[in-house]
């Protein structure tokens, strides 16, 4: 088995990651465009019902209205929404043996992922830097420095996230997923951050909020904001949430 930075799933993550220095050579695939759609246009037709009488369609607004909110209410979302979306994405909610299930799925119950975030308006928290920990459901002080700014900076100066009231960041711990699966686990780690992020979002959705999932960031400085090796762990996604703005001449009393 070789060691960790020799696997393809390892330097697949290296090889992909974006740089200030070399982003504006980075140039379009040779890779032909290929329509967004799937057809089979000699395929027998089946329309499906689009009206839910069931109990469980009550998320259907919720899916139905989302979309990615770049814009947000200059306004705090409070400790108790912060604490949902946090439960959303990773929440413990079941014990069996050495396994501890949560609400997201994870390739072999190994949860490679971990959450951080910058808190920049949550009523009750200081602005700063936050590592979610999941075992004791609380929260570890990273740095007490107002980080608003730093994480858009180094998420390709995509400046919206700096207007947001928080901006989670997902790193994998590569190892975790990768010391049983080999480089499958690569696969494993991506998907596992995929289901995490839209828990967030329906939740963000229901609560008010809207969120903005990112993946462009320049990782050896996202890295370095965190503290993290990226030998071992390496941040893979993000995702800004914010008050969604009221319509105007709507009252919000
Ligand atoms: C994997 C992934 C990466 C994304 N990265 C970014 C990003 O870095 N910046 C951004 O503004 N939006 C980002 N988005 C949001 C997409 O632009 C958005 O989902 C798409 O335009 C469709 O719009 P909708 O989400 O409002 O339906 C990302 C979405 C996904 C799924």
């Not at 019902?49 to 200059?74: G, V």
């Not at 997201?104 to 992922?113: E, H, K, M, N, R």
């Not at 329906?202 to 904001?225: I, Q, R, S």
Request: net charge positive; charged share 25%; glycine share 6%.
């Amino acid at each position: 088995m070789p060691e960790l930075s020799d696997c393809t799933g390892y330097q697949y993550i290296r090889e992909t990651a974006y740089d200030r220095k070399t982003i504006k050579t980075i140039k379009r695939p040779a890779i032909a465009e290929v329509d967004t759609f799937k057809k089979y246009p000699d395929a027998k037709k089946i329309k499906l019902p689009t009206e839910w009488k069931l109990k469980e369609a009550r998320i259907t607004p919720l899916f139905q209205k989302r979309r990615s909110l770049r814009k947000y209410e200059k306004q705090s979302i409070s400790m108790e929404e912060l604490a949902f979306m946090l439960w959303a994405c990773q929440g413990i909610t079941a014990k069996s043996g050495n396994y501890t299930f949560r609400t997201t799925p994870s390739g072999g119950a190994l949860y490679p992922i971990e959450t951080y975030f910058s808190a920049n308006l949550v009523e009750g928290l200081d602005p700063g830097l936050y590592h979610f920990d999941v075992e004791n459901f609380s929260l570890d002080s990273l740095s007490e420095t107002d980080s608003a700014e730093a994480v858009a900076a180094v998420c390709l100066n995509q400046n919206f996230m700096a207007h947001s009231a928080v901006s989670f960041l997902w790193s994998a711990v590569i190892r975790r997923s990768m010391s049983k699966y080999g480089n499958r686990g690569m696969r494993y780690i991506l998907l596992d951050a995929g289901h995490i992020c839209q828990n967030l979002i329906v939740a963000a959705e229901a609560t008010g909020n809207g969120a903005c999932p990112v993946a462009a960031f320049y990782d050896d400085e996202v890295n370095k904001l965190l503290g993290l090796d990226p030998k071992e762990e390496t941040v893979l996604y993000a995702a800004s949430v914010g008050k969604r703005p009221q319509p105007k001449g709507q009252c919000t009393l």
